[in-house]
């Protein structure tokens, strides 16, 4: 089996309020997953992710390909066991960094040759050894292979992209098909099995999406994510891809836009029936001193702060504004502290998921 997604309520504007029962973790809906690059969420331990209701978070294949390599981590039991974290994750399929952070790639209908951007070393990816390296890290749920088009791109590249995109799914699945059993952890959790999802692309072409959905939802995959979004685009595009995108995807399966956004696109986003949603806003951010609030945003570097005895943000409840002051966490960000990122990281995060219970709190509230 792998995953069973139980919508419990549905509003009028399209919104869902589900549960996503995953090989290790039954997962809320709609929930913000933390993005954990390399085996870590930036500057914030497991225990705290617990403490602040995290149930699901992503590891990047591409880094962890590279580093420790997934052949280790495999034989360390996977994903879940080496970086101790019992709840869901998910891994991207290695192709959004292998497009952005390596050097000298080269794309066939094969797959794409790249230099590792830590030591220059050669390698190749194809959707199989994409499937390969995430079976060998043993996530709950994988992505299909895809190629991300560019933003902007003319439409002649936007097809070309998407064909290849088609092709590549196809043969995730198949693979994925013959080999996910093959996950670290199967006979712990018998019976269970990895997900995979499809991804839409198509660039900013309504009829390219179109296409690339109905095409994918033919193939059958567990859950389907729409990539190739918040690349530059301006917003009302990135709405105007999701608004189109969404109501061809099955409703009895998870939707996931991948890379967004702000607090009040998530929020928007999920009212629509978007399910999942990644950022690294919240942690980048954070270790910028850029702080996400009830008030908008703040940043703790800010000369008006250095005697401000308040706590980051008055309405939220989380054990960084229930302790400290902004002033402190101004002096930590001045001083260089390795305090600060985590500090901020974990307000930031406490914040995003905060929108994200409330948005179900209303979603379900909303049933009837
Ligand atoms: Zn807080």
Redesign the pocket.
């Known amino acids: 089996m792998s995953l069973e997604f139980n919508v419990l309520a549905t509003t009028a504007a399209g919104g869902r309020r589900a549960e996503m029962r995953l090989a290790h973790q039954t997962v809320q809906t709609p929930v913000f997953m933390p993005v954990g690059t390399a085996g870590t969420v930036k500057a914030v331990t497991q225990d705290v992710l617990e403490r602040l209701g995290a149930e699901i978070i992503l590891g990047n294949t591409y880094h962890l390909y590279l580093r420790p390599g997934h052949e280790a981590i495999r034989r360390m039991g996977g994903l879940h066991r080496f970086m101790s974290w019992p709840h869901a994750l998910l891994t991207d399929s290695g192709g959004f960094q292998v497009f952005s952070l390596s050097q000298l790639r080269k794309v066939t209908d094969e797959g794409v040759k790249f230099r590792s951007h830590l030591d220059g070393s050669s390698h190749f990816f194809t959707p199989e050894h994409s499937m390969d390296v995430q079976i060998a890290l043993g996530a709950d749920i994988a992505m299909a292979f895809d190629e991300c088009t560019e933003y902007p791109a003319d439409r002649k590249r936007a097809e070309e992209s998407l064909r290849l995109t088609m092709a590549w799914a196809r043969r995730s699945l198949d693979y994925h098909s013959a080999h996910r059993d093959e996950v670290p952890w199967r006979e712990e959790f018998e019976g269970r099995r990895q997900s995979l999802f499809g991804i839409v692309q198509g660039g900013m072409y309504g009829d390219l999406r179109r296409e690339s959905a109905e095409r994918l939802v033919e193939m059958g995959f567990d859950g389907y994510a729409i990539g190739g979004l918040s690349v530059g685009e301006p917003r009302e595009l990135t709405l105007e891809v999701i608004s189109e995108v969404l109501p061809l995807l099955p409703k009895d399966k998870p939707r996931y836009v991948m890379g967004v956004g702000y607090p009040d696109e998530i929020e928007q986003y999920a009212r629509m029936g978007v399910d999942m949603m990644d950022c690294v806003l919240p942690t980048r951010a954070a270790r910028h001193g850029l702080l996400f609030t009830s008030e908008g945003r703040l940043n703790i570097k800010g000369r008006q702060y250095a005697e401000d005895q308040g706590p980051?943000?008055a309405a939220?409840a989380?054990m960084?504004?229930r302790r400290y002051s902004r002033a402190y966490l101004r002096h930590l960000m001045q001083a260089g502290e390795a305090l600060s990122g985590i500090l901020n990281s974990i307000?930031n995060l406490?914040?995003y998921l905060g929108i994200m219970e409330r948005v179900r709190g209303s979603l379900q509230a909303a049933r009837d």
């Open positions: 980051p943000d939220c989380c960084v504004c307000h406490a914040y």
